[in-house]
């Protein structure tokens, strides 16, 4: 297991920013390529951004494309979800998963990613 621990939610007003963080006490963790999903109530969870274990790799839905900015630093590997232009259609819970696959390409389903987030709370007002 790899727990994963998500923090930076929170109510924002739309144009605003906040940055999400996502990181793991296990090493293991900097070794895998990483995800960010998102699930508003009464959705399924959806794709939202992804980074290769060395972080030079991303991929982005189209729904946050310019607007959001995965990156990954510091001495934990943290990942990072930077969210600039803030929509209320952006409202969800946001989780970081960790895919230990070790594949090359970034994946986009959740069922590619084996560790996960509890989650944080994103709430954009308008």
């Known amino acids: 297991q790899v727990p994963l621990v998500e923090s930076g939610g929170g109510l924002v007003q739309t144009g605003g920013s906040l940055r999400l963080s996502c990181s793991a006490s296990?090493?293991?963790?900097?070794?895998?390529?990483v995800g960010w999903f998102r699930q508003a109530p009464g959705q399924e969870r959806e794709f939202v951004a992804a980074?290769?274990?060395?972080?030079?790799?991303?991929y982005y839905a189209d729904s946050v494309k310019g607007r959001f900015t995965v990156s990954k630093g510091g001495a934990k590997d943290t990942v990072y979800l930077q969210m600039n232009s803030l929509k209320p259609e952006d409202t969800a819970v946001y989780y970081c998963?960790?895919?230990?696959?070790?594949?090359?390409?970034?994946?986009?389903?959740?069922?590619?990613?084996?560790?996960w987030g509890q989650g944080t709370q994103v709430t954009v007002s308008s």
């Open positions: 998963a960790a895919d230990s696959s070790r594949q090359r390409g970034l994946r986009s389903r959740t069922y590619n990613y084996n560790y």
């Open positions: 296990e090493g293991t963790f900097s070794l895998y390529n």
């Open positions: 980074i290769n274990w060395l972080g030079l790799n991303t």
